[in-house]
């Protein structure tokens, strides 16, 4: 099946610095990546929908200028959280559809940790 | 407003026993319907998918499902678990038509299978 490949797979950053996560679709081209995140024990919460060459859409609640997402190319989208803070700490995971079918391809997990 | 409800948050069984997972959503329009499997710390991997066609749906590690219209249920199966069956699973809906496909996650089922 398609890979997306999901880098760093761990971070650790001091409070007040910005981290980038990195998802990258290896083997098609993804016009569309989604961001998740998810908190201990609990589902994945959809953030934002980015699609190549455009805007983010941010879902209700996610603060658009905390969470940078571009999507510069069709194989790649990323995730900057900017001035980050212990509440920021989370499992953060992207996907990548390949088609209209719907069916969407995972990254391995960022797990971030905010000092 | 579409919901994806899994009715246990943990499922405890001993190996080689049957399991089934059990998953309801709610829609008034056409669906397409995921199992994902998350092992510690790693992202999601599909394990079926439901599109269109035989409501039976047979998966990798064989897991199989079944769409109940009716019911609006999409419940999962296996006939006999393995102790590396154990894991968070998650049922999804992603709604055809829809603005991008978004998926809706379920808050998980956490499957611990027992020697």
């Known amino acids: 099946g398609a890979v997306v490949s999901q880098h760093p797979s761990w971070v650790i950053c001091k409070s007040g610095t910005s981290v980038k996560i990195e998802c990258r679709s290896l083997d098609f081209q993804a016009t569309t990546m989604f961001w998740y995140r998810q908190f201990p024990k609990q589902s994945l919460m959809l953030m934002a929908t980015?699609?190549?060459?455009?805007?983010?859409?941010?879902e209700q609640g996610v603060e658009k200028d905390k969470f940078l997402i571009n999507h510069a190319s069709l194989t790649l989208s990323t995730l900057t959280v900017t001035s980050a803070h212990p509440e920021d700490s989370s499992f953060y995971i992207c996907?990548?559809?390949?088609?209209?079918?719907?069916?969407?391809?995972f990254g391995q997990g960022t797990r971030l940790t905010v000092v | 407003a579409q919901s994806v409800t899994q009715l246990d948050s943990q499922v405890p069984v001993f190996e080689e026993a049957p399991v089934e997972l059990r998953c309801n959503y709610s829609s008034s329009v056409s669906v397409y319907l995921f199992w994902y499997v998350q092992y510690p710390n790693q992202g999601l991997q599909l394990l079926l998918k439901y599109l269109s066609g035989s409501t039976l749906v047979k998966g990798i590690n064989g897991f199989e499902a079944e769409f109940n219209k009716s019911q609006t249920s999409f419940h999962l199966r296996k006939p006999s678990v393995h102790i590396s069956d154990t894991a968070e699973y998650f049922c999804a809906v992603s709604y055809y038509g829809g603005s991008q496909g978004n998926l809706i996650f379920g808050k998980g089922t956490k499957l611990s299978v027992k020697p």
């Open positions: 980015s699609n190549e060459g455009s805007k983010a859409t941010y």
């Open positions: 996907s990548a559809r390949v088609s209209r079918d719907n069916e969407a391809f």
